[in-house]
């Protein structure tokens, strides 16, 4: 760490959440201050990966500047009275838990806007599209800062509208049905929690996060935690995905473009699980370890129907689309999530964190890759790309065939990359459960989802097979076999540090573990380090 002011990290952290919202305002304005292109379409793209990247710097300025001895102490607080009449206070603070998900959205959101300033999805004006992916990530890392009730109500909304309009006006085909769905789902959810978040502050006099989490909620009956956890695990579980409220996701990513998709995928499924440890577990116990077992089953649902359903897709023959698949993995994968929640164990909360981020990054990489298959291809079809690709990407263009390779590996698992340890310690923590839980019942889960790795294996190296393997056309073929582009220098620049980390959080996950457990500790003892 090094020694920054607690009123600059107070800055930084309110920086980190107003700034993409300041320059998404600057993005509508007739020409970006300050920065010029050959285009005034090149100046805001070039605006937005300004914004992004200072945004980023400012989180990575934070992070070093945290103090890492204590990351189970809420740190960076800034807490000023908003509503008065109902105690509702503009409050921000990162601990070890929220501190990793704000780096993961600044870094994802940076890497999507560079990726955008050289290839544009196709659609209107780029003004709207640079604005929109700032308001969205100002959403996002509002929601991982804020310790309001509310206050997280409002940022967890804040992001549903940019990404209706990125799929809906940016998108592929179906794109307007798959936006609507995306919108209804999430909306609907989200008033059910809004009625639980609402329930809580009444019943318990405050909306404060950090208040509500010391002593586990005080004045919160069972009755009450029971209906709070029912009304908001819905609006959660919408997000997450969690099986069988998962139905919007399969068709969101499909149409959504491929910057869409990875800060779908990376950052905004990731809000339902973060408010299941922030919210859930802390401040309504008792009510979680009514509903755990039943978390606990849909979890290990979600993770055996997303393998099965990856592997219908993955069948020669089965009109199988990549992005689909990935989309369906991330069912499976988001369950192990769901899972280490529902042991409401140390062990299996860190494995759930551990996998949130490992999800972020290896899943962001699979759909920048797959959105690099199309722009090359014109297509996501495994079928086609078997036969376009050929020898497999190996043979017509090495880099980018051993990236999905890896990126298929490190989702399935393999040990010594960021996507082994959040499902083993998922798995641990069902094996040793909270005293309050039957393990017998846990037991079955931990066979049940150990059962989907095997799965996730199999559906993964059948991708691997069919697009990156294959006999070499020969080059006096007919046709000739068409030519693929290598990976090029600026996907290069966008992809090299998810891999980077996902090798880096395989190799050292201590490196994460060290921030998560002292805070998790803290949260499932009733706000005691």
């Known amino acids: 760490m090094i020694g920054i002011s607690e009123s600059v990290m107070q800055f930084l952290l309110a920086l980190i959440v107003a700034g993409p919202l300041i320059g998404a305002v600057a993005a509508l304005l007739p020409a970006p201050p300050g920065l010029k292109g050959n285009s005034p379409d090149q100046a805001v793209l070039r605006h937005g990966v300004t914004v992004t990247g200072a945004v980023l710097l400012a989180a990575l300025v934070l992070a070093l500047g945290f103090d890492h001895d204590h990351p189970s102490k809420m740190q960076a607080t800034t807490d ?36 955008s300033y050289f290839k544009m999805p196709t659609g209107p004006s780029p003004k709207a599209f640079v604005a929109l992916i700032l308001v969205l990530e100002s959403g ?75 002593d ?40 959504a473009p491929t910057v869409g998709s990875v800060l779908l995928a990376g950052v905004l499924l990731k809000m339902g699980t973060y408010g299941f440890v922030r919210i859930l577990l802390p401040i309504t116990p008792d009510g979680m370890r009514e509903f755990a077992p039943y978390l606990a089953a849909f979890a290990v649902v979600g993770i055996i129907y997303g393998s099965l359903a990856c592997l219908a897709l993955a069948r020669r023959g089965a009109k199988g689309d990549l992005k689909r698949l990935i989309a369906y993995s991330s069912v499976g994968h988001m369950g192990f999530v769901l899972l280490g929640i529902a042991t409401m164990s140390p062990t299996g909360v860190n494995g759930a964190l551990f996998a949130n981020i490992a999800h972020g990054l290896i899943t962001g990489l699979l759909f920048f890759l797959v959105g690099a298959l199309k722009d090359r291809t014109g297509t996501t079809d495994l079928d086609s790309l078997a036969q376009e690709s050929g020898a497999a990407l190996y043979g017509k263009a090495p880099r980018l065939g051993g990236l999905l390779a ?112 002292p805070a998790v500790q803290k949260l499932l003892t009733g706000g005691k380090s």
Not at 81 to 87: E, F, K, N, R, Y
Not at 239 to 250: A, D, E, F, I
Not at 418 to 446: H, I, V
């Open 80 to 115: 000023i009275s908003w509503i008065p009449a109902l105690d509702v206070r503009i409050h921000l603070g990162i601990d070890g838990i929220s501190l990793p998900l704000l780096v993961l959205t600044a870094l994802l959101t940076f890497l999507c806007a560079l990726y």
């Open 140 to 214: 996002t890392l509002a929601t991982f800062a804020v310790l309001d009730l509310l206050l997280f109500f409002l940022a967890f909304e804040m992001v549903l509208i940019p990404m209706y309009f990125l799929i809906a006006r940016w998108g592929g085909a179906q794109r307007t049905q798959a936006a609507w769905k995306f919108i209804l789902y999430t909306l609907l959810g989200s008033v059910v929690m809004l009625l639980g978040l609402l329930l809580i502050g009444l019943k318990s006099g405050t909306f404060d996060m950090v208040a509500l989490a010391t």
């Open 216 to 255: 586990n909620g005080p004045g919160l009956t069972t009755s009450v935690q029971v209906i709070a956890v029912l009304a908001i695990g819905i609006g959660l579980a919408v997000k997450t995905p969690m099986w069988p409220l998962h139905s919007w996701l399969p068709d969101a990513h499909t149409a």
């Open 406 to 517: 890896f990126g298929a590996v490190a989702s399935l698992g393999l040990p010594g990359l960021a996507g082994f340890w959040g499902e083993m310690l998922a798995l641990f923590g069902a094996f040793e459960p909270a005293d309050d839980l039957s393990r017998p019942a846990f037991l079955t889960f931990m066979a049940i989802a150990a059962f989907g790795t095997l799965l996730t294996a199999a559906y993964m190296l059948v991708v691997v097979r069919r697009v990156c393997m294959g006999p070499m056309p020969r080059p006096d073929a007919e046709p000739a076999p068409k030519a693929l582009a290598d990976v090029q220098g600026y996907e290069l620049a966008a992809w090299t540090p998810l891999v980077a980390l996902t090798v880096l959080a395989g190799l050292w996950p201590a490196a994460l573990l060290g921030l998560t457990d």
